[in-house]
């Protein structure tokens, strides 16, 4: 797929990052760049730190106790660990979505428009655009254009994940990321959300974590895969699951792993 | 494995027969409660006719029943007789040949006749008590000649009460258009202690010809009907100044004055009974037509008031009577009376009824223990006897047994309504902020130290909290009324300038949040005494004063007292609602919204509040359900007079308080015991519908919010 084997035009870059739950350290002088438009996979066993890592990028991390950070990460250029970084706007061009789906309980278009709202849009007509925008993105539109105030509370679970991927495009980010966001769907949903995230390439960044192999080889770019916090192998998909560097890299990817 | 299960089913049986037994004690109370207050819904009705036959013909016209309707007192043209009303044996005769006219007072058992020569004898009727030789108590008749005079002409139409007291005897007697007005004051002789009685006599013209005279039994109105004109006076300023004038529109049959002395009641054919009660317009004191009754006769034969409330009959022509009641204009009874043409009687207690033929009597017992009570006299208005216009009133003893009971439960309703509504606006706010604050923004060290400190709130007995709230909260917040308005009314825009502060200054560490904190705990000083240099520039010195100059009246146990101190109760209910609605609010949720880019504080308010608020609600109204059932607190820190304001300086009486003050004094099964058990029925129904919406609202809350 790609031809390149070099991060040309980074919008992250991680740099000698390391990350401490209290005196547990999670992460452990990682370093990488994260390319522009394209989707970056983040592998590695259960507990590795690849949830620690993408909570990072967005600062989400700053939300519990006791957490401390070495090293800095570049968001276009600026630190996004200095002082007085607006958290605000970061969050705004840096979107998330959860492994497990986490829709408001409001309707469908409330739950699109609650980004939207709370960066200061208020004409009504504006936001309808949005919603039916980011739905449509979000290939959620067909389904849910009739019922939009209902409870979001009601859709299935693959249409919930789908709403909240809409909800994180309504704030018109630069970056989403994805903590495992097929984790709780059936193959179909999981299918589907893979077609959305291709069919979103090019207008954003994503950074997705995953334990499904297949998934990770069918949608990425680039691969990083960690191990108990360190950084083991990045590059591109292609080359860390056809031809791995590392010897732990390709027992994983085979899944001789254990 | 097996003992297990054998446990298992144990617990089982004993959790469900322990939640059968409560929801039996729940019913039994409904039931218990229920019970009490049923008599109150069986109309007044009559039962048992007796019929004794008397042994000679009785030519009485008027006739007495004792109170243990031993005795019958016959009056009649001939003179009077007394009859064994059990045996029909007559046991005096007293014929008097030359009688003109007579009339004997059923309620002050004075008995005047007039002789052709016209010479007025009074007698009173004194109920000789005796005991038969088991013990128990009976009355024998004694009539005994009290006095006599002499007037000016022979009169036709004779009226007459006995004052209370031993004030003496009123006489009004007239003929045609003469008017004599007697008055009988008792005068004792120092050193034999005699009495004897002075008439003092005025006599009167009027327009038309005397139809008919009422005088109150305590001496104060007299009202006339001559002609087709009906008017009341005071006795002092007799035929000068009308207190009510009224034209008849048919045949006048009967009028007189109910129980009180505060209301009259008139009988004219083709139309139901009208009744004016005294009012006060203005200062005068003036009749008012305030009654509205529902049925009456075409053609009326006589008007019987009851000797021990506002019950009074009317019997009809064609054989029909009605009983009705004054204060809530209630038609008690209507039924066909067992003799055609004979006049209905009332006997001393107002437990039965009598009629009197020619040779018989004939007695009915009448089951009406609970007239006063009726829709209209606990919820609507009533305008009673003495008052300027129609109201709401609790007031269910006075001092006299004439009284007019005032049952209405609207103030105590409104009491209730404000005592809760002042302990929502003290606790709802400070319940549901601190329960955002714990759930949202406190580590689990700050909840730890919070939870136990609101668990103790809630386990101080409501007793101690009513007695510091009315012997150490009252005067404190009567002497710094104004301060405490102003602070109270300040304070969180003075927490939100400190909050601004806060976010402005550019350090971090804690000592700024102590610092701050120190410093807005040490204004605190500084800003009261600021209110008090206010008050006294403003207002001398002396808002509570200045308060009641400008018309508000000040209680010093008023509706802010109980509503910071029921709050106070009502705080831990609250909030370990509250909190738990916002626990249980997913953080994901929390989380989401914040990863989109929403600060804390919005998050909080506009994603986790907006979840969590149907639980708030439940947690408000629970409270509500506490407040309302709250005694102690409200029965120490108010007068607990039943006033309908809502003020937030004056007291005011709850239902549950009302329960409290008044049925230890309540007669066993009387009216005002069965109208308190009902208004516990209505607290306990009010309690159980709060609680069970809370309920319902916090269960659909949670399956809601489960993912
Ligand atoms: N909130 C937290 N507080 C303390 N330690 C945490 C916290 N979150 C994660 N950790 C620890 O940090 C390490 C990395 O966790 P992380 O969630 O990033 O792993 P992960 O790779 O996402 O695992 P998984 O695949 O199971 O989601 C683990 O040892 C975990 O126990
Ligand atoms: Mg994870």
Redesign the interface.
Known sequence: MKQKDKVTDPIFEIKDLSFWYGQNKALDSITFDIQKGDITAIIGPSGCGKSTLLRCL?R?ND?I?GVRVEGDILFEGQSIYKKNID??????RV??V?Q?S?????SIYENVA??PR??GVKNKNILDEIVEKSLRDAALWDEVKDRLHHSA?KLSGGQQQRL?IA??IA?DPEVILFDEPCSALDPVASAKIEELMLELKGKYTQVIVTHNMQQASRVSDWTAFLLMGKMIEFGPTEQIFLAPRNKITEEYVTGRFG | MLSRRREDKVFSVLIKSGGIATIFVILSIFFFLFWEVLPIFVPARIETLKITTVKQTLKGEVFLLDEYMNYLISVGNDGFKIVNAREGDVVSTEIINDLHAFYLDPLTYVLFLVRDDATVDIFDILWVEKFTKFGKRFVEPSIDKVTSFKLPSKVDLIRGVKLPEDEGYLFIGSSKETLYFVNLETEEDFLTEEITYSPRLSSFKVEHNVVDVAISRDGKFICVISGFYLSCFERENLLSEKLLSYTLSSRAVAFDFLVGDRALVLLEDGKPPVVWITAKIGSEVRFVNAKNFSRGCKEYINLSVSPINRTFLAQCGNGTFYAYYSTNERLLLESPAPVLSSPIFITPRGDHLFWVTKDEIYTVRFVNDYPEISLKSLFGKVWYEGMDSPSYVWQSTGGTDSFEPKLSLIPLLMGTLKGVVYSLIFAVPISVLSALLVSQFMNSKQINLIKPAVEFMASIPTVILGFLAALWLAPLIERNLFSFLVIFVLLPFYILVFYFVFTVLPSDSKWKTIGLAAVFIYSLGPLFHMTKRLEYLWFEGGFVEWLSENGVYYDQRNALIVGLAVGFTIVPIIFSIAEDAFSNVPKSILVGAMALGASRIQAVFKVVLPAALPGVFAGIILGFGRAVGETMIVLMATGNTPILDFSPFTGFRTISANIAVELPEAPLGSSLYRVLFLSALLLMVIALVFNGVANYIRMRLHRKLKF
């Open positions: 967005n989400m939300l106790e958290l605000i706007m970061l969050r705004k979107g998330m959860f497990k986490n829709p408001f309980p409001k609650f980004g709370i960066h509370l909240c909800r994180a704030v």
